[in-house]
């Protein structure tokens, strides 16, 4: 499915809409330039659903948020060091069947730590030269 956003009111209607369709356990993988909005998609989707304070991974590469019988993690490999274990920010052994998973970067995590994830949502988002931008996504 893709949507064209003008604004930013059609870039968090597009986040709604995907918003609507996800139940967890879920990882959603979100790719895009930097600046292209990913947070700010999270961000709107999240809210959609209850959590209004959300805020970027991006300096402690994780964030979680509680909403009643369902929870959201939030992560940022944006920053990972070779040195780092994205297994930390990730566990294998957390149980993720409440959860929402929101991976920004995900390029640059291990492939086997993504890969226990049985329902995988690729977000494609892309910078338009009028500065809207192009959402997409479908199944990983």
Request: avoid cysteine; charge should be negative; proline fraction near 6%.
């Amino acid at each position: 499915m893709t949507f064209e956003a003008h604004d930013l009111a059609g870039f968090e209607s597009a986040a709604r809409k995907l918003g609507e369709t996800l139940s967890a356990p879920a990882l959603v993988l979100l790719s895009g330039d930097l600046g292209a909005g990913k947070t700010t998609f999270v961000a709107a989707l999240l809210k959609s659903r209850g959590i209004d304070s959300v805020t970027s991974p991006t300096f402690n590469l994780r964030n979680d948020y509680a909403a009643g019988a369902w929870r959201a993690v939030h992560i940022d490999f944006y920053r990972l060091k070779e040195s780092d274990s994205a297994f930390d920010l990730l566990p294998p052994d957390e149980d993720y069947s409440d959860a929402l998973v929101f991976v920004e970067w995900p390029e640059k995590a291990p492939p086997q730590l993504l890969a226990p994830f049985g329902q995988k949502l690729q977000v494609n988002i892309a910078l338009k030269a009028d500065g809207g931008r192009s959402i997409s996504w479908q199944s990983a």
